[in-house]
Nanobody, 115 residues
């Protein structure tokens, strides 16, 4: 069974940075494109960044130039470096396969951007 464990969230002031990590187990991580998603209160979950098998990246317009997704296949881990954070980045962040996410999601990691 696939297990996804996200970490690295926290409370940060506007303009600050955080680095999120997501470690996968129970699957062959390296054969999947992976994505970082987020869900803010009262809103639908949205994809913010995607990294392909070869390392090709795609970003939502709202985070382009501020967020960087990367992966370490040897560690079964995908990262999200978030810089110049804004209050509207406040959400629970999740990782999962993209497209066609695994049915089982992790618990997510809360990111709160506030002064």
């Amino acid at each position: 069974q696939v297990q996804l464990v996200e970490s690295g969230g926290g409370l940060v002031q506007p303009g600050g940075s955080l680095r999120l990590s997501c470690t996968a187990s129970g699957t062959i991580f390296s054969i999947y494109a992976m994505g970082w998603y987020r869900q803010a209160p009262g809103k639908q979950r949205e994809l913010v960044a995607r990294i392909g098998i070869s390392g090709t990246t795609v970003y939502a317009d709202s985070v382009k130039g501020r967020f960087t997704i990367s992966r370490d296949n040897a560690k079964n881990t995908v990262y999200l470096q978030m810089n110049s954070l804004k209050p509207e980045d406040t959400a629970v962040y999740y990782c999962n396969k993209e497209p066609m996410p695994f049915a089982s999601w992790g618990q997510g990691t809360q990111v709160t951007v506030s002064s």
